[in-house]
């Protein structure tokens, strides 16, 4: 008997150093990996009780509680809470008046009419109203101030003597931001459908380029600026706009491309606020704007800048090295001027008060 049991210790000795996250030996113990730590929060998170993850790693429930809360505050210093930082959130009363209600929508605004015949995910576009632009306002100020807010009281947390009302407040400002971000992005989902449809073409998937467009959509509510008092849609509009180009073959944005049947049912899920004319009277001005701090650069500095982000539509952008094969230098020295031209350009957009999405 004593053989058969010395042997069952053993057998599940080697158990528990195989599979130190189900640690099921009473006896075992030592620091556990940051991977089993990891399992214990997500398991914790999905609602099982600190008792029985004590008993399933073989640890008390002091133990756990601090691993959870070890766990918890690291996963809270990944939060992406950058933000655009304004004078105004440093106020005593900033909270007060930042966090208010938002502003109704204009007296005598217009109901917009849901097209029939529309597939449903369309359709349920039309379910969420447009912004104004006090809204629109409100929510960018919002949204930031949010973050910022959140990052501040992030500089104090220390994993290991982390607060759980420090975390509670943390996580309850990140997740209002987050809903905030969710309500602009609802708001202008039409935008990207009304863009999507002048760039399809016949062998695109449409949803497919409505989805690659939403992300742009959302990476560009991250990065406006609402101080500076230009209006989202615009912004947004370029954002959509310069990576459909990059994404799309040059053949299937011509003008006079086929029209199906399919481009014919989108016909109607124009956004009301943002016309052709605007768009291409955006895009002529940021295309001017872009052309005048070129001429900032030498001949080999514009050129280097054209190939490598594909600034002309001749081609797509090129690498570091096919650049340098074509000028006859090494790819290294591409990169060299390349930097040195974009410091150019950041110079000049700062200057010049410009503001190009994606253009750090």
Known sequence: ??????????????????????????????PLSEETKKKI????????????????????????YRIINEMRAKRILELPLDCIPNPTFSR???????LGE??????????????????????????????????????????????????????GLDPARAKSSA?????????QAVATKNQIVRANLRLVVSIAKRHVGPADNFFELVSDGNISLIRASEKFDYARGNKFSTYASWAIMKNFARTIPDEHRRRDRFR?????????TEDQRTDQYELESAQAQRQAQVERILGRLDEREQKIIISR???????????????????????????????????KLRQ?????????PGVA
């Open 102 to 155: 938002m502003p109704e929508a204009e007296a005598g605004a217009k109901k917009v009419r849901l097209p029939s015949g529309l597939p449903p995910y369309l359709a349920s576009l039309y379910e969420v109203p447009l912004l104004n632009r006090e809204q629109e306002m409100h929510l960018f100020r919002r949204f930031n101030y949010l973050k910022f807010t959140a990052a501040k009281l992030r500089e």
């Open 167 to 175: 975390m509670d407040e943390i996580e309850r400002l990140y997740e």
């Open 41 to 64: 929060y997500q398991q914790y998170r999905r609602d099982v009780s600190v008792e029985a993850l004590a008993k399933r790693y073989c640890r008390t429930k002091t133990s756990v």
């Open 1 to 30: 008997m004593g053989r058969s049991v010395e042997t069952i210790r053993y057998t599940l000795k080697q158990f528990d150093q195989e599979h130190p996250d189900l640690a099921i030996f009473p006896g075992a113990s030592g």
């Open 309 to 343: 982000f594909g600034l002309d539509h001749s081609h797509e952008p090129l690498t570091l090295k096919e650049v340098g094969e074509e000028m006859g230098v090494t790819k290294e020295r591409i990169r060299q001027i390349e930097a040195r031209a974009l410091s």
């Open 260 to 268: 199906t049947s399919q481009l014919e049912t989108f016909s109607t």
């Open 348 to 356: 000049a957009a700062a200057e010049e008060k410009i503001d190009l």
């Open 92 to 98: 005593a009363d900033a909270a007060k008046t930042i």
